[in-house]
């Protein structure tokens, strides 16, 4: 009884279904075109129907995530262990991307933007001891067209000898010295030259020995000469089949659908049943406690964790303690985080293994004694550590985040955990001092890595030496090189699939919405939720009309608002952002806690902005966070574009204000001013008339939604006499003035600590779809013609300005030129196919509106738009900000006009 109402009360909440039918439609132990269904299961806190199934004839198993996603992903994933260090498995899987008999492209997977919704992002890999394919999209053809690809790639290669050679090869250099050459040695000699990666190979080497764990699935430099074209075949035939294959759904396409396209797609490659080499993941029960490594100084303790087959519960709920022991505030590591200033490489909790590894430690070797200390009494009683109601707390922070993403099951799928175990894994705080009693009381290696500035050169050295002690034929390695050399490029685009950007027309109807009748007749909108089981509520003010002096308080308000939100309540997060003239100001709950989570947003309407303390608490955090902000190109481009409040403005203000606090000059008076500033600004956004919501959620939700919302307004309308004034009286009450930018032709170097530049160039321009497309175009065809591998180049389109800006750039100024012919070159071979490219790329469900204005933008509607461009950077009507190195020669710009900025002040860094 008890199962059966489970049951109706999860399909009474997730019969709201974009495409798809989302009620069990195939039973345990029946076979539907040739999938035999082995388990069925529905999971409430991911809001999901799982099927697992496998292939009666080729043993190929498939899961589906049946959600209500528009966004659906797929996989193909073999298990595809190493078997030793020469990086096979990397080798195979880049041989894979070198084309196939139908489709005879070379990285095949990247030519697909613009011929396909498939993020540009999204390409092969292989993992620790898996190779994954993966595909996405929100239309079902297009899916099709993916995996059709991906088929054809994996199961029939073109898999040829010059192919291998272009991976990895010996090849002679003058005086018949010896070098190692090729992608993938490439690939890997770059990753040798990170701490990081050296730390968890050897780490996972040391504690997994005995396991395929023990070997680097990517390969280590000097033992790729033990690769051959020749093992390289005989892994491909060993691993890559339909009987060591995994396919994964997720998504609102109807598994049915897939089921008879899958059956299709394999009777077409393979038939049959092919034996699968099995692995030994038992480590050997004894290693060294110590290890000690060059590289990066820190000192840390390692555990061998669960066994993922044996013991699932226990993998997951040590992930989910990994993350209690670093990420809470105040509590676990990050207490002793503030002394020490970094975690060391690789903490936490490895989830990608089968037998999972936890680390603790600092890049601080003098943090030894306090992780001792730590430890045991970690051990001893973890609510020391971490008090029990913060645990829940946390608890309830995870599942906001709840989604089924295929990365994150992975581990799961190959090692055939039933999907139930996965989706039905719960924690209590009570669960974690058996853990860590099991886990945390054996089993531990002390990692001491020591500086070594060298250990670069000292590994090109050795790679050196073994190449001498090699026994080759040199007329052979000149024969390989002259097969290398005579090679071109596979390159035959035209017989990719291509999808029509007209296809994409059905899927602008799908982003549905409900209207929810507020009090004071303020707007609000309820569409589907982002993430199963959980509530986003955006709060949107209208702040176009603000005066310059208001706007700026804003954005600090705009910081402010989630540090006190979040210091006093932690279940719940709220963020803010100012986009396009609008404060908006978002709740993420669980939809359980949608009342208590609204109670507690109260705080927000009464957010004690006359606490000093608390406002300098947070101005000292906010302002850590600009110092540190890593996302130069975002802040050029924000200085480019001349936004009202750029993000270098905003953090010269906040840090200036925490260095006046700092020097104790007046900080009361300084703190009581802004205080003030704040409670006028958040009176003047406290009227219905700038306001509106729009609500992410589960639209069964949407009457205790609809109440809480007008609970939320009553409360709002008592404490503010003015909420309800009309527009007219309001304005002229506050003297609100609104201020307009004028645009500027700036000519602007930002100088700062940095080792590359971020070259900006603005124009404003006319508001038209057509921009989109120019910017899509500009970035993804005709800048890259003239960058090279290091240096990228992008567009970007707000409206009514367009931004060039590239990344680490050598060139500073003469990459105004780039620019500019990008724009002449695309005037001269614009097509109908770069035309329909660029509309495929600049899909977004979320904004259908704009996509259908995309749609039916023309050629002659592009090239005007770029005509235009070209006639402003030809009168110097541009904005040009170069955010570059402070060591660079100046003078060049002072004597050409250019004025010479810092980042934030000096006494302020």
Sequence with gaps: MLNQLRKAQFSTITQYQIRGVFKQQLKEGETYNNFKVDEFYRSRD???????????????????????????????????PAIDNSGIPHIVQQILTCGSQRYPVRDAWSHMRGRSLQPPDLVPYVGTDHTVFQVQSALFEDLKQLFNLTFEQVFRPMF????????????????????????????????????????????????????????????IPKEMTNASYERCQQYYKDYIHLSNAYLVTVGDIDVLQYCQYFNDLIEQHQNTIKPIKQLDYQPAKLFEPRLALKGQPSFSFAYRGANLTETPEDYFKLGILSFLLHDIQDYGLRPTLEKYGQYCLNFGADMTLHNQIIQFGFNNKECEQELYTFMKQLTDNIYQVIPQNIINIALDRIRLRRSINVSDIIPYIINNVKPSIYLNQECKSEDFQSLIEKYFTKDKCTVNMEADQYYIEDMNTEIKQHLKQLQVNYQQLSEQQKIIEEDTDVLSLESLPKLNAANIIPLLKQKNSIKLDLNFNIPCSIFAAKHPQQTNIKWIIDVSQFSQKDYETICILKDLLPEFFNKQVSQHDVECSVVEDKLIIELICLDKNIEEAFQQFQLVTDPALDNLELISQSLSIISANYLSNEDIPQIAVSYSQQEKYPIIQQARKICQLEVDILKNYSAKQILEQLSQQLIAVFYKIMNKNIQSFEVYSNPLLKDKINSQLNLLLTN?????????????????????????????????????????????????????????ILSNLLTHIFIPQYCNDSQLGYCQYNIGKLTFYTVNDIHTLRTYRIFENAVHLLLECLDQDNLNSAKLGSFSIEDPEKMQQILVVSEEDVKEQAQYVLKQMAEGQTSQVIFGKQVQQLDEYVKRGWTIERYISEVAV
């Design 46 to 80: 991911f809001q999901t129907l799982c099927y697992k199934m496998h292939h009666t004839t080729t043993n190929t198993n498939y899961i589906h995530f049946a959600t209500n996603s528009i966004v659906n992903q797929g996989a193909l994933i073999f298990k595809t």
């Design 716 to 772: 709002i309308k008592l404490q503010f006499d003015d909420y309800l004034m009309n527009k007219i009286d309001f304005e002229e009450k506050y003297e609100v003035v609104p201020f307009k930018q004028e645009f500027q032709y700036l000519k602007l170097y930002v100088a700062l600590n940095t080792h590359t530049n971020c070259v900006t160039e603005t124009i404003q321009i006319a508001h038209k779809p057509a921009n989109y």
């Design 160 to 219: 040829r000898e010059v192919d291998f050679l272009q991976q990895i090869r010996v090849q002679v250099l003058g005086g018949n010295e010896l070098i190692l050459r090729g992608i993938v040695y490439d690939q890997m000699i770059k990753q040798l030259e990170q701490p990081d990666f050296i730390h968890a190979e050897a780490v996972r080497k040391h504690l997994l020995e005995g396991t395929a764990y023990q070997y680097t699935t990517g390969g």
